[in-house]
């Protein structure tokens, strides 16, 4: 069974950090390509970052440009995605995402091309 599990999520102050994981079980990622979404109370989902295959190409949201660094490591089956400087509006439920592609390029966004889903973890930044 293709199973994803996000960690990694919690309470921090404006400024802090934190790094999400998202897990692959009963697949490996290697021929995926994986998308962090999240969705704030009141909004409909977005698409925060993707990461090809090999990890050769990343894309991010304007929004998180130059704050947030999607990695994965294959070798562990897992794709992480680094928050820093984080502010009150990056509170959400944050999701990953993965769909069968050897792409070597992604488009941040795009829901309904994941077929395979976590079930989500949350990030609340809050003074």
């Known amino acids: 069974q293709r199973q994803l599990v996000e960690s990694g999520g919690g309470l921090v102050k404006p400024g802090g950090s934190l790094r999400l994981s998202c897990a692959a079980s009963?697949?490996?990622?290697?021929?995926?390509?994986i998308g962090w979404f999240r969705q704030a109370p009141g909004k409909e989902r977005e698409g925060v970052s993707c990461i090809t295959k090999s990890g050769g190409r990343t894309n991010y949201a304007d929004s998180v440009k130059g704050r947030f660094t999607i990695s994965r490591d294959n070798t562990k089956n897992t794709v992480y995605l680094q928050m820093n400087s984080l502010k009150p509006e990056d509170t959400a439920v944050y999701y990953c995402a993965a769909r069968n592609s050897l792409a070597s390029f992604c488009t941040v966004g795009g829901e309904e091309r994941f077929a395979t889903w976590g079930q989500g973890t949350q990030v609340t930044v809050s003074s």
């Open positions: 009963g697949f490996t990622l290697d021929y995926s390509t």
